[in-house]
């Protein structure tokens, strides 16, 4: 054996079994079988061919200090090959705990692997909460925040805006603090897996409060129009979901906290109408799996996102694209999109409007830009929703559109980095941290390195 070989694989033995790959074993329900993973809704199977569970910091590090390519991987709630790499996937599904609540400082730090529905019910439990969550909390924290992934409200900024520091293994198996005051701070935490892996992560809290949520049916697109501002602001924060036909949103979700002043909204809102059932925003399915309506108050992580823990989140079996545009073009967009109708809706589920404020990461689409984000669920019908993916972004171009980092997109990538003013500091720093390009990945090749 040469000796390089065998330093390599003594480090190995020493590190214990968690450096043996996993890729035999499930990960998690759903589309993880052996050898063959694939991203939650089942669109996409990551290339690598080995992937490690391991149980610490330090042996996330020794992994990367012995490993070639690789990637973190989340829960997997990714549309793309973002979290793919050529060799090797790093989960911390181990490392999923909640380990200290810092009451006096008012912030959380959880493991790398944990996800939203892992801690938040716990951290309620200690009189605590986060400002906001996504449509689901099914989620990594660490994943979520390396895409910007975010809930609605005006006031609200994405999820990543609650990050008040990480620990970080670096491309070279250093393990770093980054927190608010470190230069990097800004490009790290929505760092779309290119500098390291996140094995902790700490965030801001505040004290516990309760939501109810009340949803109206059918509200006139003139209606939204005129009223934009004042429906988005009616609540901590709201969603409104669209088919985009008939001239109406079909419904608003309406999340409003209990400590803050409650009018009464009646059974009639801008001409919608006040649900009198729990619904599903794809009406015809069950709502089950839905957070509880009708204005029943509950705790923030049990109304914050739209699904619950447990249960499936959204369709299940579909696509998403997703793109942000200034907020006071919201409205514009939302009439050019809706011409597009008959096209749009044969291969469409639902589609979500929300709002974001603006933020500090270099590459977070609401980068010091207040925004309206469009979504749309997909039937899984890839080839028309390619299409139609291209089509929209050519209709929303002139808004300065940018994707979902985390969802399908076609913006052609040298005009996508031209949006992100911060983008050239952000490939510096990418260069920096990992000269040698060990978290590079065809994602990253496209849409990051430029070739
Ligand atoms: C049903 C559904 C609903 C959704 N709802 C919303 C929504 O409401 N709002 C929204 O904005 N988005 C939403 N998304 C998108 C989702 O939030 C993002 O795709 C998010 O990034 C997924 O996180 P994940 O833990 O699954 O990460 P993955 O998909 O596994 O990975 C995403 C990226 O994070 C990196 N990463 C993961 N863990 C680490 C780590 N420990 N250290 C460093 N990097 C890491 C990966 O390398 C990869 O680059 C939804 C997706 C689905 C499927």
């Not at 608003?252 to 006040?274: F, H, P, T």
């Amino acid at each position: 054996m040469k000796r390089k070989e065998f330093i390599k694989r003594s480090t190995l033995m020493v590190a214990g079994s968690m450096l043996v790959p996993y890729s035999a074993t499930p990960l998690n329900p759903g589309n993880m079988t052996q050898n063959i993973r694939k991203n939650w809704a089942g669109n996409y199977q990551y290339k690598a061919p080995n992937l490690y569970l391991p149980g610490s910091a330090e042996e996330v590090s020794a992994l990367v200090k012995m490993k070639d390519p690789q990637k973190a991987l989340g829960s997997r709630h990714c549309f793309n090959n973002i979290a793919d790499s050529p060799n090797t996937q790093i989960s911390l599904q181990k490392l999923s705990r909640m380990l200290e609540v810092d009451k006096e400082n008012r912030t959380v730090t959880v493991e790398g692997g944990a996800r939203y529905g892992d801690f938040c019910e716990a951290l309620d439990q200690q009189g605590f909460a986060l400002h906001n969550l996504a449509s689901l909390p099914h989620i990594t924290a660490t994943g979520a925040c390396a895409t910007a992934t975010h809930g609605s409200g005006v006031g609200n900024g994405n999820l990543a805006t609650a990050v008040s520091a990480v620990e970080l293994v670096t491309p070279s198996g250093d393990i770093v603090t980054i927190n608010r005051e470190h230069q990097d701070f800004n490009a790290v935490v929505v760092g779309l897996g290119a500098f390291g892996i996140i094995t902790k992560i700490k965030l801001n809290i505040e004290p516990s409060y309760q939501v109810r949520q009340d949803i109206f049916q059918e509200l006139p697109v003139e209606m939204m129009a005129d009223h934009f501002d004042e429906i988005m602001s009616a609540g901590y924060s709201v969603s409104l979901f669209t088919d985009w036909r008939y001239k109406k949103v079909s419904q608003v979700w309406i999340k409003r906290r209990m400590d803050q002043e409650i009018s009464d909204l009646g059974d009639e809102y801008y001409g919608a109408r006040a649900a009198d059932r729990n619904l599903h925003p794809i009406v015809a399915l069950s709502a089950e799996n839905c957070t509880e309506q009708m204005g029943v108050p509950g705790p923030w992580w049990n109304r914050l996102p739209h699904f619950k823990m447990g249960f499936t989140p959204s369709g299940g079996e579909e696509l998403q694209s997703e793109f942000f545009i200034p907020r006071e073009n919201a409205v514009d967009a939302y009439l050019a999109i809706e011409k597009m109708s008959d096209e749009i809706y044969p291969h469409l589920l639902i589609s979500e409007i929300r709002t974001i404020k603006a933020d500090e990461f270099w590459m977070s689409p609401c980068y010091q830009q207040d925004s309206v984000a469009i979504h749309y669920t997909w039937k899984q019908q890839p080839a028309e929703v390619k299409a139609l993916i291209s089509r929209i972004e050519a209709e929303l171009e002139p808004y300065g559109v940018k994707p979902h980092w985390g969802k399908l997109f076609s913006v052609d990538p040298v005009a996508l980095r031209e949006r992100y003013e911060r983008y050239e500091d952000f490939l510096s720093l990418a260069r920096n941290y990992d000269p040698e390009g060990k978290f590079r990945n065809a994602y990253l090749d496209k849409n990051i390195y430029p070739v």
